[in-house]
């Protein structure tokens, strides 16, 4: 129902249903009337379920969030320690009792948006004190991993406080050790501490309703493989929020695919969103990187890209549209300040958008039999007139024909998409991928030069081999000076980096390139501390336009 009496600042305005409706059960009957009429058929987390259960006819479905482990410090706190495994108990108790009975509970998301960020989880179990069944068993990996031979665990890690083992059980700090391999030893404590935490969450929601689905723990817009892979046994769909790639509405292939490969479960989309500088609450939609558009009418065309892509998919089962109205004028608490509602702050819808969605004839599209889509195998497509240009969040890339120009991967799992286009002067090869970079993994809080993400470009026929550094919020350093290349990345809370690289026609052997010509190409990408790796090969045929 949007900001309390109480707590309403009309120097911030926001969404407040009592300057608009008598009472709750007259909000809960308007706004329940219109989303219906909308198309929608789920009230998703946040929502008030109980006004929303109070209204007449109420049938459409509910999907709470019950931040089981986050409102008890889970999983930076001890998850072995009685008290918290309590405390999970009691929260996931108070919210599911009154609901479990409700035939309209679909199911439960465990949480939001955990991050599961890797370092920053080391660090904070390593703090904990030695009685700590969480940091007894990062020990003993430490121990397992390193076969109790504290100088190996010291070409992984830098230590500080502590000269040993037996020092190590009792206090101290590990710091990665730039270039070596100590990422893996990272990954592999992840892995244990989210098997834990998935384990922990199935028990507890199964004790208090044996019924519902368990929905995941809404991704925030990226994912660990090692945290999908732990929560596929105990969970009955993985959820993820989708930020698009672009402002257009539409995304990268890898990101919802290799989500659904890892955990062997349904998907379901957590959020999805988009926002216009034009709109009526007076949001600046500046304090975040959001899909952001000029024109209400731009905004309704990216919507329902994404909603139609998301509907053709067929493992996807549902998507969450964020939100039902606009944060206030000037942010909310953390500042975030987007024109993300299906209504303003003073509950006029958007009529536009909210048309574009009662018009999706979703079962429609979903029944319809899947099309392979296409890719660069046919050709590479030509490149658009700057394919180097209009490098920002939300821009890069958007420009290219990355259908077309989508090369597909010979690894199992991406975490990265290549697109491929081409002129006279040049071969244009883009990256888009995964790479979740943190500054706590070092002493220094900076990431070494080693440590970035790395792109290799291999020329068939020629012997030449191109490496790159990318990534980590630094210029990109190429080996090859008749390279240029542009690269979009950050550390800590950017998970992104969006690279692109013009490879000229010389490097090839050639004056200039035409339609016809053939190229062979291979292309390895290696995340922060090469923790993932990607890989593409091929033979490609330049072709004309359209």
Request: charged letters at 25%; a positive charge.
């Amino acid at each position: 129902m949007g900001t309390s009496r109480e707590e309403f600042k009309p120097k911030n305005p926001g969404y407040a249903a009592w300057q608009h409706y008598l009472n709750s059960n007259r909000w809960a009957e308007a706004t329940l009337k219109r989303l219906k009429s909308w198309g929608f058929t789920t009230l998703g987390a946040w929502s008030d379920f109980n006004a929303l259960k109070e209204a007449h006819d109420v049938d459409m479905a509910f999907t709470p969030v019950l931040h089981v482990g986050s409102m008890a410090g889970v999983p930076w706190w001890d998850m072995w320690d009685t008290n918290i495994v309590a405390r999970m108990h009691q929260i996931a108790r108070d919210q599911i009792l009154p609901l479990r009975n409700d035939p309209r509970v679909l199911g439960y998301y465990s949480d939001n948006e955990m991050g599961w960020w890797n370092a920053t989880l080391f660090k904070m179990t390593l703090e904990q004190a030695p009685t700590s069944g969480q940091r007894q068993r990062l020990i003993n990996l430490l121990r397992e991993t390193y076969r109790n031979h504290w100088l190996e665990l010291l070409n992984d890690f830098e230590a500080e406080g502590v000269q040993s083992f037996e020092e190590l059980d009792q206090r101290g700090m590990l710091y990665l050790r730039p270039g070596s391999n100590g990422i893996r030893t990272y990954r592999r404590f992840l892995a244990l501490i989210a098997e834990r935490y998935y384990s922990l969450v199935r028990e507890i929601i199964r004790r208090y309703d044996p019924r519902a689905l368990i929905l995941g723990d809404r991704y925030q817009s990226f994912y660990y493989p090692e945290a999908v892979r732990a929560c596929a046994p105990y969970v009955d769909a993985a959820s993820g929020n989708l930020n698009a790639s672009w402002n257009d509405g539409t995304f990268v292939r890898f990101y919802l695919d290799t989500l659904h490969a890892l955990s062997g479960k349904p998907v379901l989309v957590s959020e999805f969103y988009m926002a216009a500088q034009e709109n009526r609450s007076a949001n600046r939609n500046d304090k975040g990187i959001f899909p952001t558009v000029a024109t209400q009418k731009e905004r309704v065309r990216g919507f329902r890209n994404t909603a139609q892509a998301l509907a053709r998919i067929p493992y996807v089962i549902g998507a969450d549209w964020f939100q039902y109205y606009d944060e206030p004028t000037h942010g909310r608490e953390d500042g975030e300040n987007f024109n993300f509602g299906l209504v303003d702050i003073h509950d006029k819808p958007y009529e536009s958008l909210t048309a574009a969605a009662s018009a999706l004839n979703l079962a429609a599209l979903k029944s319809q039999p899947r099309q392979a889509r296409p890719d660069a195998a046919p050709g590479v497509p030509p490149a658009p007139r700057n394919p180097l240009g209009q490098f920002t969040p939300m821009l890069a890339l958007k420009h290219w024909d990355r259908d077309r120009g989508f090369a597909k991967p010979v690894s199992e799992f991406p975490l990265a998409d290549l697109y491929l286009c081409w002129d006279r002067k040049a071969i244009y090869l883009g990256l888009y991928s995964q790479d979740v970079v943190e500054e706590a993994f070092y002493r220094n809080k900076r990431v070494p030069e080693i440590d970035r993400g790395e792109w290799i470009v291999a020329l068939g026929g020629t012997n030449k081999t191109i490496r790159a550094r990318i990534g980590a919020g630094a210029d990109p350093k190429c080996d090859e000076p008749a390279v240029r290349m542009v690269n979009l990345s950050g550390a800590i809370l950017t998970t992104r980096n969006i690279a692109a690289m013009e490879l000229p026609a010389n490097l090839f052997g050639k004056d200039r390139f035409k339609s016809g010509d053939a190229i062979v190409l291979a292309s390895t990408f290696f995340s922060h501390c090469r923790a993932y790796r990607v890989e593409w090969k091929g033979n490609f045929t330049l072709r004309a336009g359209p």
